[in-house]
T-cell receptor, first 113, second 110 residues
Framework: QKEVEQDPGPLSVPEGAIVSLNCTYSNSAFQYFMWYRQYSRKGPELLMYTYSSGNKEDGRFTAQVDKSSKYISLFIRDSQPSDSATYLC?????????????FGKGTKLSVKP | SQTIHQWPATLVQPVGSPLSLECTVEGTSNPNLYWYRQAAGRGLQLLFY??????ISSEVPQNLSASRPQDRQFILSSKKLLLSDSGFYLC?????????FGPGTRLTVL
């Protein structure tokens, strides 16, 4: 079983839709969870990060972590064409780890005007 | 604020030629530095990471190597490129776990 699973999509939605992007993981030691957005031919940019379980909101974006189910989500409200990108989840056990983040493979999202 | 630079942005090289990709970080000291490769449909593959000058950990055995001659400089090299080395190469830095990526270098080996 891979450490982090993420549906690659592609996911296509109309403008204004609510988008739900998800990852599952197997390592219960993960405590910090991140979402990155990557536009075509660009480097990934950090969108949001959360610690342990719960929700975190930033504008139209909400990150949700359910550690009991080993499941994380990113919700995008009122989606815009500019949200069209690949979204990668990432996670790590604790701050200061000398290793790196464990990434999902990314979900490609297309928001149609 | 911190900034990460990579160059070149695009590179086309023949099989068997050498490679040198450079990454520099501004605005932070003693960062962890990383080289990733991203191939279509395969996600981010960690190649090397470094916690300090001259300290390199290799994650994937291959014909690539990395060096960190200065605190904020990370170099990815190869003596002889293979077709399979084509991909999007990303440098990243981190402090306390969060990783921040550079703009990437798209390498095509012909």
């Amino acid at each position: 079983q891979k450490e982090v699973e993420q549906d690659p999509g592609p996911l296509s939605v109309p403008e204004g839709a609510i988008v739900s992007l998800n990852c599952t993981y197997s390592n219960s030691a993960f405590q910090y969870f991140m979402w990155y957005r990557q536009y075509s031919r660009k480097g990934p940019e950090l969108l949001m990060y959360t610690y342990s379980s719960g929700n975190k909101e930033d504008g139209r974006f909400t990150a949700q972590v359910d550690k009991s189910s080993k499941y994380i989500s990113l919700f995008i409200r009122d989606s815009q064409p500019s949200d069209s990108a690949t979204y990668l989840c990432a996670m790590i056990g604790y701050w200061g780890s000398q290793g790196n983040l464990i990434f999902g493979k990314g979900t490609k999202l297309s928001v149609k005007p | 604020s911190q900034t990460i630079h990579q160059w070149p942005a695009t590179l086309v090289q023949p099989v068997g030629s050498p490679l040198s990709l450079e990454c520099t970080v501004e605005g932070t000291s003693n960062p962890n530095l990383y080289w990733y490769r991203q191939a279509a449909g395969r996600g981010l593959q960690l190649l090397f990471y470094s916690v300090g000058i001259g300290q390199i950990s290799s994650e994937v055995p291959q014909n690539l190597s990395a060096s960190r001659p200065q605190d904020r400089q990370f170099i990815l090299s190869s003596k002889k490129l293979l077709l399979s080395d084509s991909g999007f190469y990303l440098c990243a830095w981190s402090v306390l776990g969060l990783e921040y990526f550079g703009p990437g270098t798209r390498l095509t080996v012909l």
